[in-house]
């Protein structure tokens, strides 16, 4: 890095904090820090729950992922629609209806303060973990790659969102989100208009699509019915659907984006602002790895792209095998530039033919001889990780990119993460003011104690996020296992939630003894690993209210609710 893409990083990220606590200075009561005063606009709400929701790890891990498995990942968000329009009809009026600062408000007016904090806590260990997770993606990966040390990083990156997030609550979070995801669309557009003019003179866009389909990655829609397979068109509209109403429905890092709207139509389109614009941005940007795919058929690509794991193997008995395996790389990437022009240059159906079995043989020597790289390195040092989906594109903004832009994608990188993460803490701190301080405290406080303890629990939240990035490790993918995470909880959370919404004579001591059966029975579903992980959200969705109208007649109802009857 030179000294102008320090100066173009440094300036982005102290522009957001400082804007950040000068805009929203002097929140005075728990409306104005919590819920924003009400005074947010649709583009607004939308911009923020997209950045709430696109972290670091997207722009880090999505890229990577297209690169290695192709598009087949934009499957994922097909529910999303779905749950933006359910979300508007049925949550939006009922919060707005209510004016509950967060979304487990309404559960203790349906059913009790038990329920209600049972809910809270399970959102309070999802979302706790995954704030840990949106500082250490990022802190990661430019740590293997800078050579910068990773606990700095982490709580660098913690103090700098703790700022603006204390000062200025949910509004400083919506009013630096849509300044942060003006620089990560424009940094992102650039790459991807970089990528394509770094491509040889005679490989246009549409070729470039063509060679790309021709090794698998343009595979987009797959209507399999295959349980193995983590992304299908049903995974998405089934299981994507009830993730995504869990997430927007329930998490209150989001329900507290659109909670701040001046009115339930300003809620309303902001979301579906978010429905219409975030499948297109996740094409987009699996789009942007599928060209530095294409890009690396023309240009000498590593055979791990974590550097630490070709450092590691160095100085070890397998660095000789090691090497070999590089010059293999090597011939196979020349042999596939050849095979390319030859497709290319095919003047009849059997010469292309020909040459598009050679460049798909290819691929698939490829990928064996990266698979070999990886039980090696796993071999000489099984602590470093080889799997090296998340060190791809940090790797071709580092060695390909002019000066100046290489300080504008990392500060992409570090504002995504900052925008979700100062969301989580937001939602984090919250959560636990309003549905377990304001909640169990029997003595009345002043509006300004309840900002002051918001204020003291962001701060605290921040820490513990640190906390967890500095003790995380990372894991197949890092986008994976942040939705992992929010799946193990999210079907549960929601089946409370429609339990309370559409089936009332279900009570509160029936839904508690469920949702903790549920959460137990998902928990372990998953330790089994015997369904993918986004089925896990319809799972414990289904299981959770099939069981509370099970156990209704045999639980006792509660005085409170018998005197309410």
């Not at 700022?163 to 009013?175: D, E, L, N, P, Q």
């Not at 394509?196 to 090794?215: H, N």
Request: aromatic share 14%; hydrophobic share 50%; net charge negative.
């Amino acid at each position: 890095m030179q000294l102008v893409d320090w100066i173009i990083l440094i300036g982005t990220l102290l522009f957001i904090v400082l804007y950040g606590v000068w805009k929203t200075r002097g929140s005075k009561n728990v409306q104005d820090y919590i819920r924003g005063g009400n005074e947010a606009k649709w583009w607004t709400i939308g911009l923020s729950v997209m950045a709430t929701q696109a972290s670091a790890i997207t722009f880090l891990s999505t890229p990577g992922q297209a690169f290695h498995s192709g598009m087949g990942f934009v499957q994922f968000y097909f529910g999303l629609p779905i749950a933006m329009i359910i979300i508007c009809i049925v949550f939006i009026p009922l919060y707005h209806k209510l004016k509950v600062y967060t979304a487990y408000e309404y559960l203790e007016n349906r059913f009790d303060l038990k329920t209600r904090t049972i809910t809270a806590f399970f959102f309070l260990i999802q979302r706790g973990l995954g704030a840990g997770i949106t500082i250490f993606a990022p802190a990661i990966i430019l740590s293997a790659v800078l050579g910068w040390d990773l606990t700095t990083l982490n709580i660098i990156i913690g103090i700098l969102v703790i700022i603006y997030t204390v000062s200025g609550g949910t509004k400083a979070v919506s009013v630096t989100q849509k300044q942060q995801m003006a620089i990560i669309f424009t940094g992102m557009f650039i790459a991807f208009f970089l990528i394509i003019s770094y491509l040889p003179e005679d490989i246009t866009f549409s070729k470039a699509l063509d060679i790309a389909g021709i090794s698998g990655k343009m595979e987009v829609l797959d209507f399999s019915f295959d349980l193995s397979n983590r992304y299908t068109v049903w995974t998405g509209i089934i299981g994507g659907t009830f993730l995504m109403l869990s997430y927007f429905g329930t998490d209150q890092s989001q329900v507290q984006r659109y909670l701040s709207g001046r009115s339930i139509r300003e809620s309303q389109l902001g979301l579906l602002f978010n429905g219409l614009l975030k499948i297109p941005m996740q094409f987009f940007i699996l789009l942007v790895g599928v060209m530095v795919f294409v890009f690396y058929q023309f240009n000498a690509a590593p055979l791990n792209f974590n550097p630490a794991a070709s450092t590691a193997i160095q100085n070890t008995q397998y660095a000789e095998e090691y090497s070999a395996l590089e010059d293999k790389l090597s011939e196979i990437q020349e042999y596939k530039k050849t095979s390319i022009q030859n497709y290319l240059n095919s003047n009849t159906s059997k010469e292309a033919s020909d040459a598009r079995k050679l460049m798909i043989a290819l691929e698939s020597s490829e990928k064996k001889t990266r698979q070999s790289a990886k039980d090696l390195i796993k071999e000489a040092d099984d602590t470093v990780e080889t799997n090296d989906k998340d060190y791809v594109f940090i790797h071709f903004i580092l060695n390909n990119l002019p000066r100046g832009l290489i300080g504008l994608l990392l500060a992409v990188i570090l504002s995504a993460a900052m925008s979700s993460t100062a969301s989580e803490l937001n939602a984090l701190a919250s959560t636990t003011a309003i549905d377990l301080y304001k909640r169990n405290i029997t003595e009345e406080k002043s509006e300004q104690h309840y900002v002051s303890a918001s204020k003291l629990f962001t701060l605290i939240w921040g820490i513990i996020a640190i906390l967890v990035a500095c003790f995380a490790n990372l894991f197949d993918n890092l986008i994976q296992l942040v939705n992992i995470i929010g799946s193990i909880f999210y079907g549960n959370v929601l089946g409370i939630f429609l339990l309370a919404f559409f089936i009332k004579f279900v009570k509160s001591n029936a839904v508690f003894m469920a949702a903790i059966i549920t959460q137990l029975f998902i928990i372990y579903v998953w330790w089994q690993d015997w369904l993918p992980f986004l089925w896990l959200n319809a799972l414990g969705c289904g299981v959770v209210m099939f069981l509370a109208v099970l156990l209704e007649p045999f639980i006792p109802t509660s005085e409170i609710e018998v005197e309410e009857e």
